[in-house]
Structures are given as structure tokens and as C-alpha cells.
């Protein structure tokens, strides 16, 4: 079994549990096989699920009330003295309300801090644009030094944070708020930081997900599969570093990719793929699926993701336009990979 | 009150190093001299009589933590640290140019000595809470220093950490405000007014000190009584003269940043040695 370092706590029933209840349980296990590991809040304890932690181990837990910079820059300051902390906010107040000092006090300084963002998204969806947050991959992975991840589901995010405790600098985690489907059947399959999962073999296009939407991309493969199109799925929980390889590997496989995420189309996975395409300097399809410049609207989350084309309809629909797309062929292709 | 020879030497020394200061803004081409001079004697009080740091050993982690909030005095914190021996003063002679590991705000990765990478301002106070709780955290028995400008305390996250600290019972952590009266663009009190400080930082709960910032006495004094509380974390608000010892430049808003040709530098040194 590809186990996480140190973790013995296994998810048992991820259908009953949400994707922050069990990162709440696994940081808690994490704290209590290692006394550096502290936790910090701004008054979101309980939305957040880091307040589990707080009850097993309340002499490492800090609440700070609802002062998010004060936070991060505290926790510069802790890990300066040889503490791991871990913070965790909703990602709207995490990458924005916060940006400078997770710029300027974890990442120029090469700080030893996580910061678990919940709530990204429009997993927070009746809440509004407020309390949506599309734009913080794109900040996240601009800052020097920083490792983003997006985890598609619960057992994804329990990997996701014993890995993110093991690296020594700061760690951004983008999760949602918590009721999204489970894509992994339990915690048992490979995961490392920057090497993509391929979900489905596939030869005709390349859906590259990240996040909530992994498992609508496997739905949409799927469903296209029993109409005729083999479809590649590759779940890109790591937006930085990428995993260039996989992506060069689809363009060269399949010459036609679809990038979905719940994030706006600018700046975030979308943009980090057409970055390692133009890189590679050979031609392909390319299609970015996201939140097109603009705010997202009240709603269910489900309702969202279906009304911006994010979920399984969606993909579906833009794997046939895809197919229909013209790109320049290149016939020294084989020559040069 | 400090004995006469002890009050001598921590003044012969300042003198010392306001000459050090003035010489590298004179080489570098431009530094914040005014608020360098403002700030210095609480610096000199910490570093020559109450730090616990070990030049030989920048990183040791009983070490007592000093964080320079106003980054921007850089130039003043890079004379003393090098004075202290952290690296050789030579190196100084490269302040400002390109490569060099020493500019207008020092960053913990380049400099031995600096515990913390400063220069955004509201940044200092929330980081050496962080490390103030982390020592208490892990049962270690340093204390924490942070010095800030006045203008800085008109960013909020100032006074999130000042909340903060008091929640925390951080005393641990003792900060002074460099109360030179004077920002970039003029009078804090004209620009966005702060008085009356000490009631604000009363009222989020600290214990807060008024003294002359200027005054070894007084600044000595202040520190002990810092070291002596056992409720509160400590404020010391040091009434200070912005480009303090260089007659030309005290109390001027123009001397927040500037270079110096070799006239003014002659008469800023001339100006520095009549201090006491």
C-alpha cells in the first residue's frame, strides 16, 4: 500500500464524512505523532474542521479571532522557531484578504507553514461571490517557493496533507467546503506531490482536472467512452509544481486537452498546462473550462458546476467540441519527443 | 539610573555608530537616515546590554529574537549587527549595489543576524508575536523585540497583533513605537492622527511605557520594567527625534530618505561627534 509517511489513521467511511472532517482527523493524528505541528484559526474552527484538533490538543491550537494577516504572519514567526504550523481558513480570506503575508512572510522568508484553505470554489455556492473564491490558485502559484495542491475528494485530501507536513516550506491546500462526491475508493493508491493520477487510459482527448471537478471529468470519459471517444483523465491534484511530463506525454498521446477546474480560467490549472504546452512547442486542441472572467452567482454548488459547463454534462459537451476543433499538424513530432 | 561609566560607553558607542550610518548612506547613494537616527538608541540599548545572541552562532535557538517592523532602518540595524560581529563591516561597502546581500531592507536569508525579513510595514508585530508564542510553546525562555515606526500603526494588522498579543498574554514580547512624529509625507498627526497612542494600546490591553527614546536612563528603565510584568505584554512608546544627532536633518520630514554629497556628510559627521 502506497501509504502516507507516518499516517496509521485510515479514512473508513468517507460516503459519512466530509472532505474537511477528514482532513480535521488526519491533521489531528498528524499532531499527535508530532509535537511541532501546531494549529491556527481565524473564528472558523468549526466550518473549517481544524476545531478537531483544538479539542484533542488544545495547548497547540490558536484561535485569532477573524484576522487572517495577524494569523499568517504569527505563524511565520512560529515557524521561524522550529514549530510546523498549520493554518486554515475559508481560501477567499486565505489568498486574498491575506495575500501579502503569505507573499511576503511564508514565501520570500521560506516559512514552514500549511495553509488549508477551505470553502474555494463555488463550494460555498449559497453563500455568494463573497464567500466564493476562483482567483486563489492563480495567486497562490505565482508566489515563489509555494506548492499548491487541490485534492479531488476526502481520501485525496487526507494524502494530500500527511504529504504536505513532510515538505520543508510553505504548502497552499485548496479544498472545498466539504459535501463533494469521493473519487478514490479509499486511501490506498499512489499519490505524490506533482505526479498526476491518469484516472482513465485514453487515446482521442485529455481532460486534466483538478479538484472537486476529477470526478465529474471521470463521469464525462465515461459517458463518452460508450459513445465511441477514449478519453484520457488526469488528475492534476498538484497545480504547482506541474506535472510537465504528463502533460507533454497527453499533447504527444491524444493532441487534443480540455483543463477543467472550478477556478477561473485565468491564472490557475487552465493556464498552468497552456504555459507547459507552449513550452513543449508542439501544437494540440486546447480547451480551458472554469469561470470565464467573471463572478460567480448564488446557488447549490451542484447547480453551479452544471450552469458554468464544470460537471459532467459540461465536459461532455466540450469533449465534442474539442473533436470538431482544427490545429496545425506537426509532422517532426516523432523526432523530437 | 545606570552607572555613569556604563551610561558612557552605551553614548560613546551610539556616537560611534551614527558615524557608521552616516558614512554608508554617503557610499550607497541614498538611505532612511531620519528614521536610522530615530530609532538608534533604543537599538543600542538592546544589542550592547540586554540581547542574549551569539555573533558566532546567528541561528541558536535560545537566541533572544529583535525584529527591525520598520525594515526600512535596515541601514541602521546593518551597522550595529556588523559592529556586533555577525559579518565583517567591509561588506557594507556594497550597500545598495547590485548582488549585494545588504539593501534598503534586510532580508534573514542574506544578513547573519536579522531573525526575520522586514520591510512591508504592520508585518513585525504579528511575527514576533509568532515567534513569542512559539518560544512559549516549546518551553524556551527568550524574549522577543520588535521595534516599529509610528507611521506603521496606521496598518491594521498592527493592531490585530495587538489584540492577539493580549489575548495570548504574550509577555514574552516586548515592542517600542520609534514616536518620531514624522512619515513620508509629513506629520503622522496630520496625516492620520495616532494620538492618543498610549490609551489605544492601553485600551487592547498592553502595558504601555512613555519615555524618551533618546534617554539611556529612561530607555533602560523601560526594558527592565518590560522584563518585570508578568500580565501584559509591554509597549514602549519612545518619544524620538527623526534624524536625531545630525542637526541639519532633526525633526525634518525631508530626511525620511536621502543622500548625502561630501559637504553634507562632513557637517552631518561634525554635527554626530558634538553629541554627548
Known sequence: MAKAQGLTWTVEDADSMTQAEVYGEVLTQIGQQNPKVVALTADLAKSTKIGRFGEVIPERFYNFGIAEANMIAVASGMAETGLIPVVSTFATFASMRAAEFVRTDLCYQKRNVKIIATHSGTSFGTAGTTHHCTEDLSIMRTFAGMTVIAPADAYETARAVAAAIEIEGPVYIRIGRGFEPPLHKSMDFDFEVGKAIELREGTDVTVIATGVTVVHAVEAADRAREQGVSVRVLDMHTIKPLDVDAVVRAVKDTRRIITVEDHSTIGGLGTAVADAIAASGKGCAFKKLGYQDQFSIVGYPEDLLHLYKLDGDGILEAIGLILKQDFEQDEDWEDEI | ?276
Not at chain 2, 64 to 80: E, N, Y
Not at chain 2, 94 to 105: E, I, L, R, V
Not at chain 2, 172 to 200: C, W
Request: aromatic share 8%; glycine share 10%.
Open chain 2, 1 to 276: 539610573m545606570l552607572q555613569d561609566a556604563e551610561r558612557k560607553t552605551l553614548q560613546d558607542t551610539a556616537r560611534r555608530l551614527r558615524e557608521r550610518i552616516i558614512e554608508v548612506t554617503y557610499s550607497c547613494g541614498g538611505a532612511h537616515v531620519g528614521g536610522a537616527m530615530s530609532q538608534h538608541d533604543l537599538l543600542i540599548a538592546l544589542y550592547y546590554k540586554y540581547l542574549r545572541i551569539d555573533p558566532r552562532n546567528p541561528r541558536w535557538e535560545d537566541r533572544d529574537r529583535f525584529v527591525l517592523s520598520k525594515g526600512h532602518g535596515g541601514v541602521g540595524h546593518a551597522v550595529i549587527l556588523a559592529d556586533k560581529g555577525f559579518y565583517d563591516t567591509k561588506l557594507l561597502d556594497d550597500f545598495n549595489k547590485t548582488g549585494s546581500p545588504f539593501g534598503m531592507h534586510l532580508d534573514w536569508l542574506k544578513v547573519p543576524g536579522v531573525d526575520v525579513s522586514t520591510g512591508s510595514l504592520g508585518h513585525g508585530l504579528p511575527l514576533a508575536l509568532g515567534m513569542a508564542l512559539g518560544g512559549r510553546q516549546q518551553g524556551r525562555d527568550y524574549r522577543v523585540y520588535c521595534v516599529m515606526s509610528d507611521g506603521e500603526l496606521q496598518e491594521g494588522s498592527v493592531w490585530e497583533a495587538a489584540m492577539a498579543a493580549a489575548q495570548f498574554k504574550a509577555t514574552n514580547l516586548t515592542a517600542f513605537v520609534d514616536r518620531n512624529k514624522l512619515s513620508l509625507d509629513g506629520p503622522t498627526e496630520s496625516i492620520m492622527a495616532l494620538e492618543p497612542l498610549d490609551k489605544k494600546f492601553e485600551a487592547f490591553g498592553w502595558r504601555v511605557l512613555s519615555i524618551d527614546g533618546h534617554d539611556y536612563d529612561a530607555i533602560c528603565e523601560a526594558i527592565e520594567t518590560a522584563h518585570a510584568e508578568t500580565g501584559r505584554p509591554v509597549m514602549i512608546i519612545a518619544d524620538t527625534i527623526k534624524g536625531k544627532g545630525v542637526d541639519y536633518m532633526e525633526n525634518q520630514t525631508a530626511w525620511h530618505y536621502g543622500g548625502l554629497d561630501n559637504d553634507m556628510r562632513d557637517r552631518a559627521l561634525a554635527s554626530v561627534r558634538r553629541m554627548k
